[in-house]
């Protein structure tokens, strides 16, 4: 009996560890599936982004203002007046000095972590170049299905935008530069948002002249005008409706079960 009760203690002792080192583990394997999770939905949203932006570009009314100055250099490119690369891989190039100019405008308070805005930037890219792919067998010849396809290439683009912000990971670097340029000079981010824009426009119409001696409607266009305001509102209304999203990316119990069955179920096999 007496042996009976000073066991006791030392199997509740260990019976508590286990518990305690059961409640620290668990908590990590969540964190990390809801990180892929998380960051599954990310690349989802990218995608979504990008088609819109290639229905944008298909319209021939003008391109959305991210894509404006990588559509000027690929079309130069295909008459071999620059390098022929493709829209997503210049998007790739301006997504990195877009990175360096924050390095440059933040100096010291750049954060090393927002340099995964160029991995964000390049997966970014690539997808741009596979929904140009995927919607080359469209061609809109008259203004009605124009404007349809820019209509709905800008409202595609806006619920990707919200579906991205709600993500909560690293931006993306047009939205990382503006970020930097509030911080330094503290002017309201929807001004710093239209500055940056009209910038990039206009160093695509400059583009424009330097390539071919007049404007591009096809690179700025009014669909480009129109995106501009456009996709901002919708964006608003789309994150006013999008609550359910929250829940998707929120922990879902019967998810963990789900990944690691099918993590058992492919080590068997192997």
């Not at 286990?18 to 990218?46: C, D, G, Y």
Request: glycine share 8%.
């Amino acid at each position: 009996m007496n042996g009976n009760r000073a066991g006791r203690p030392g199997l509740l002792f260990m019976a508590k560890l286990s518990t305690m080192s059961n409640t620290a583990i668990v908590p990590l394997r969540e964190k990390i599936i809801q990180f892929i999770w998380q960051h599954i939905w990310l690349l989802i949203s990218l995608d979504i982004m990008t088609l819109g932006i290639a229905f944008c570009v298909r319209s021939y009314l003008g391109s959305s203002v991210i894509s404006s100055m990588p559509l000027a250099f690929s079309l130069a490119g295909a008459e071999d007046m620059v390098p022929a690369l493709t829209i997503g891989q210049y998007t790739n190039l301006m997504n990195v000095v877009l990175v360096l100019a924050q390095i440059a405008v933040l100096r010291r308070r750049f954060e090393p972590v927002q340099l995964f805005q160029i991995v964000a930037g390049f997966l970014f890219g690539i997808l741009i170049d596979f929904n140009m792919w995927l919607t080359s067998p469209f061609e809109f010849n008259t203004l009605p299905y124009q404007i349809l396809a820019q209509a709905a290439g800008c409202t595609i683009l806006a619920f990707g935008i919200a579906m991205e912000v709600r993500c909560g990971s690293v931006t993306m670097p047009g939205e990382g530069i503006q970020v930097a340029v509030c911080r330094v000079t503290g002017m309201p981010f929807a001004k710093v948002k239209i500055m940056i824009d009209c910038t990039l426009v206009a160093l695509a119409v400059v583009s424009s002249y330097i390539f071919w001696g007049e404007w591009q409607w096809n690179i700025v266009g009014p669909g480009t005008l129109f995106a501009m305001f456009y996709v901002g509102w919708m964006v608003k209304q789309f994150s006013r409706r999008i609550g359910w999203f929250d829940r998707v990316l929120g922990y879902r119990p019967g998810f963990r079960r789900y990944v690691y069955g099918l993590a058992r179920f492919l080590h068997i096999r192997h």
